[in-house]
């Protein structure tokens, strides 16, 4: 294996996307997966190489691309620390560890200097980035020179990206997005309509805020591409699997059928986890995630969860 190649860490699809945006600008690419069985049926074809031996290609001078669920973070980020590797890292997963409600360059600051790590996020859809449509994203990293790296990378006509350098403000977005999705999956499930799930989404963006304000993120972060337009993307197209996920809740199925059926891992039910916990050290209140939390955990029915929002006492907008 050539030591300058990228590495995509998952074979699912996003991390096939992401090879294919690279593939375009012409960088070679090699794609860990777990198994052979593990690799999306949909996006596998020739253009692309695939490795299964995880320790064998962190080990070298290029540059990872980790675009794997948040929970196997620890895992990769012990066998990076053990390998001595100082290549680049770009985290491209979207959510916090719902136990001890970490942010992914959290997690993984624990095994690699910071100076090394940029985090990937916005409104991206696998599907569409796959085949080349237009989107924008965000980049970012404390370190100047690995975002302009990976910027490098990545910047075409059919996929811009931005830069910035509020890594919490960027990962916030891309985690409380999924939670929402799954509000707003259930508001178009119970036959609430556009208005309601406007409500959640405005609603849901003040929450984004309040929480943001708490951690030092900046405002423009929030109403950016990782923040307000994830959101709107991810409320509002059934190619989520956040916003699927609250659609099949509405039909009594178990969490656990749920992800069966959608297959790919849903990230929205554990960063729920992972932010109301946040929501308890910092003594604060999301009223539209405290719903989602107590409907993923069998505590409400959907529409106990509805009524008890729409019952809440009136309150100033700002």
């Not at 031996?53 to 691309?65: A, F, M, R, T, Y």
């Not at 975002?147 to 509020?166: C, G, M, P, Q």
């Not at 209140?285 to 729409?310: D, F, M, R, S, W």
Request: include cysteine; hydrophobic fraction near 40%.
């Amino acid at each position: 294996m050539n030591s300058r190649e990228i590495i995509i860490l998952g074979a699912g699809p996003w991390g096939h996307a992401l090879s294919k945006s690279l593939l375009n600008n012409n960088y070679q690419t090699i794609i860990w997966a777990r198994s052979l069985e593990s690799i999306n049926s949909k996006f596998k074809n020739k253009d692309f190489n695939y490795s299964f031996n995880l320790e064998e290609i962190i080990s070298g001078d290029g540059s990872i691309i980790v675009a794997t669920p948040v929970a196997s973070l620890e895992n990769i980020g012990q066998i990076y620390k053990s390998s001595n590797s100082k290549r680049k890292i770009l985290l491209a997963c979207k959510g916090i560890d719902s136990k001890k409600s970490e942010f992914p360059t959290e997690i993984f600051s624990q095994f690699c200097s910071n100076e090394n790590l940029a985090v990937l996020s916005g409104p991206s859809f696998a599907n569409e980035v796959f085949l080349n449509k237009p989107t924008a994203v965000t980049i970012a990293s404390t370190n100047k020179d690995v975002s302009d790296y990976f910027i490098k990378l990545f910047h075409s006509e059919t996929f811009r990206v931005y830069e910035s350098d509020d890594l919490i403000g960027v990962q916030l977005g891309g985690a409380m997005k999924n939670i929402l999705a799954i509000a707003a999956g259930i508001s178009d499930g119970l036959s609430l309509g556009p208005n309601a799930k406007s409500a959640i989404i405005t609603r849901g963006m003040a929450e984004i805020t309040l929480l943001g304000d708490t951690l030092g993120c900046n405002l423009k972060t929030l109403y950016g591409l990782s923040g307000l337009g994830d959101l709107s993307l991810t409320c509002h197209d059934k190619q989520s699997r956040n916003f699927q996920f609250g659609l099949e809740l509405t039909k009594n199925n178990s969490v656990i059928k749920i992800q069966e059926k959608i297959k790919e891992t849903v990230e929205g039910v554990y960063a729920v986890d992972g932010i109301i916990k946040l929501c308890e050290k910092h003594n604060m209140v999301l009223p539209i995630c405290n719903q989602v939390y107590n409907v993923v955990h069998g505590k409400v029915t959907p529409e106990t969860a509805a009524n008890e929002l729409l019952s809440r006492n009136k309150k100033s907008e700002i």
